[in-house]
């Protein structure tokens, strides 16, 4: 079965904190993503990465960035915590080919910015 | 917004019913999936159908694809309580590489 996790489920930063979010995955997928889901809006797509040390910005980048030193960890980075990066971050990984399979997604990690 | 719309927003049924949800969008695919996230988890894909199919099976899960009308749907039968969640479509954007564009999703509750 293929495991992705999260460092954190619940997490509470203050304004302008770093914040680093952490995502392993232990099947060997090339592509990793991180999602931020808040209520009415579905799932939209922060930065997403195909290979190690590769990335791409997503539909939402501002105010964050990402790391990606291991295929099989992909971070996110908060580099200066606001309370409208409060939601639900959500990592995921597939395999990197042309016939799209489906992502795997982790737990979740909520975060609160007070 | 290439994120489309799912209809309805939320569904309440009894256990036993069938539950249908509809996703349109606007763009051309290759392929759209149907994720379920349990309250306040990570989400599990259940199905992809691709372009060129119309209908597929899976258990108690029958996805219709309508290319022409940029509209999909997903039936659970038989449902019961443990359907209860939320249910995302997700498609893959032609030229949009890996990435999948969700969107809003349906909130699904099963009654006893």
């Known amino acids: 079965d293929v495991k992705v996790t999260q460092s954190s489920r619940y997490l509470v930063k203050r304004t302008g904190e770093k914040v680093f979010l952490e995502c392993v995955q232990d099947m060997d997928h090339e592509n990793m993503f991180w999602y931020r889901q808040d209520p009415g809006l579905g799932l939209r797509l922060i930065y997403f990465s195909y290979d190690v040390k590769m990335k791409e910005k997503g539909d939402i980048p501002e105010g964050y960035s990402v790391s990606r030193e291991k295929k099989e960890r992909f971070s996110l980075i908060l580099e200066s915590a606001s309370t409208n990066q409060t939601s639900m971050y959500l990592c995921?990984?597939?395999?990197?080919?042309?016939?799209?399979?489906?992502?795997?997604f982790g737990p979740g990690t909520r975060l609160t910015v007070t | 917004s290439q994120q489309g719309e799912e209809d309805p927003q939320a569904l309440s049924i009894q256990e036993g019913e069938n539950a249908t949800m509809n996703c349109s969008y606007k763009?051309?695919?290759?392929?759209l999936q149907w994720y379920r996230q349990n309250s306040g988890r990570g989400l599990v894909h259940l199905i992809l159908?691709?372009?060129?199919?119309r209908e597929k099976h899976s258990g108690r899960l029958r996805v219709t694809l309508d290319t022409s009308k940029k509209s999909s749907s997903l039936l659970i039968t038989a449902s019961r309580a443990a359907d209860t969640a939320s249910y995302f479509c997700a498609r893959r954007v032609t030229g949009g590489g890996n990435k999948l564009t969700f969107g809003t999703g349906t909130q699904l509750k099963v009654e006893l």
């Open positions: 763009t051309s695919i290759n392929n």
């Open positions: 995921a990984s597939s395999l990197r080919t042309e016939i799209s399979y489906e992502q795997y």
């Open positions: 159908i691709r372009s060129n199919e």
